[in-house]
C-alpha cells in the first residue's frame, strides 16, 4: 500500500482520521480507563492529535508511532506547539514490529489502523501488541470493519478500487465481519471486554463536555493553519479536487462496513499471582 491520501491528509495537518472522528476518540479514550503513572502506547499516532489529548486529559506520557515520515513530521510539530515535548515522544515504528520489552504498556490504542490489514499483518499486530502490554493491560481500538453478510466479492470491488483511488481501503480484503475479528483476537491471547458499536459507544461517552470543546479549540487552531496550505499550493489545489471527486466516487461504500470499539484485556495468570485488573 502506498497510502498517498493518508500522506496528503499529513500535509494538511488532518487529525481525527478515522469514522466518528473526534467523537470517536473521546469515547477510546474513555474506555481505556488510564490511570496516573500508566505507559501508554499509541499505534499509528497519525498528525499526534490524539496523543496530546490523551495526555492533557489524563496527564501520562505517551508515545505514538507511525510509518509514514509526512505524519511523523506533522506530529512533531503538533507535539512542539501544544507544549507537549515532554508528555509525548514520536517514533518511527510499525505496529507489528514493536522496538518495545515484553510487558512495556499498561494501555495501548489504534484509530482505524488494524482493521484494514491483511490477515498476516492483522495477526502479528496482534500478537505484538498482546506481547507489549502488561498482564492486566487494556488495548483498545476504534475500527472500521465489514458488516455481517457482506460477501467476498462486495468486499475486494471496494478494497481494489479503494486501493487504486487512495492507497488504502476502508476495511481489509478478507471479509472478516465482527465474528472473525472477535475470534482472531481471542487466537491472540486476548479476553474480549468489550465490542461495542461505535454510534452506541459515543453515545455513552461522559467526558466533560466544557474540557473537551477547550481541548478541541486549542488543537484545532494548528489543523486550521496546516489546512490553509491548500489555498496557496497549486500541488495540493490540484490534490483537493482529485480526491474530492474520488470520495464522492465512493460514498456508498459506507453501507457495507460498521464502526466498532474494541476493547481486549491480556489478563493476568495465575503465575502472575493476581487478578485482572483494569
Known amino acids: 500500500m502506498s497510502y498517498h491520501y493518508l500522506s496528503y491528509l499529513a500535509e494538511l495537518g488532518t487529525a481525527d482520521i478515522h469514522p466518528m472522528r473526534h467523537r470517536a476518540t473521546q469515547a477510546l479514550i474513555e474506555v ?12 499509528g499516532c497519525g498528525t499526534g492529535n490524539t ?23 506533522a506530529a512533531r510539530k503538533r507535539v512542539s506547539w ?15 514490529h514493536l ?7 499498561d494501555r495501548i490504542y489504534a484509530e482505524s489502523v488494524l ?33 455481517q453478510g457482506v460477501s467476498q466479492a462486495i468486499v475486494e470491488t471496494i478494497h481494489d ?30 479476553t474480549v471486554i468489550s465490542a461495542e458499536l461505535l454510534e452506541s459507544a459515543v453515545a455513552a461517552s461522559a467526558i466533560s463536555p466544557s474540557r473537551r470543546i477547550l481541548l478541541r479549540l486549542r488543537l484545532g487552531t494548528f489543523s486550521a ?18 480526491y474530492d471527486e474520488r470520495v464522492r466516487k465512493h460514498r456508498l461504500d459506507g453501507q457495507y462496513i460498521e464502526g466498532r470499539i474494541f476493547v481486549l484485556q491480556k489478563m493476568v495468570t495465575e503465575d502472575e499471582g493476581s487478578q485482572p485488573q483494569r
Open 51 to 73: 496523543a496530546i489529548l490523551v495526555s492533557k486529559l489524563t496527564e501520562v506520557e505517551v508515545i505514538g508511532i507511525d510509518v509514514l515520515p509526512v505524519m511523523l513530521s
Open 115 to 147: 482493521g484494514f490489514q491483511k490477515t498476516d499483518i492483522a495477526e502479528d499486530m496482534l500478537a505484538e501488541i498482546f506481547r507489549a502490554l502488561k498482564p492486566g493491560g487494556l488495548f483498545a481500538a476504534n475500527d472500521a470493519i465489514w458488516m
Open 32 to 43: 481505556l480507563d488510564i490511570r496516573a503513572g500508566h505507559h501508554v502506547l499509541d499505534i
Open 82 to 96: 501544544a507544549g507537549e515535548m515532554d508528555h509525548v515522544r514520536i517514533l518511527r515504528a510499525s505496529g507489528n
Open 161 to 190: 478500487e479503494s486501493l487504486d483511488d487512495f492507497g488504502l481501503s476502508p476495511a481489509s480484503r478478507q471479509a472478516w465481519s465482527l465474528e472473525q475479528w472477535l475470534y482472531v483476537m481471542q487466537q491472540a491471547g486476548f
Open 99 to 105: 522496538p518495545f520489552s515484553d510487558n512495556s504498556f
Open 225 to 242: 493553519f496546516y489546512r490553509s496550505k491548500r489555498h496557496w499550493s497549486p500541488r495540493l489545489c490540484r490534490a483537493k479536487r482529485t
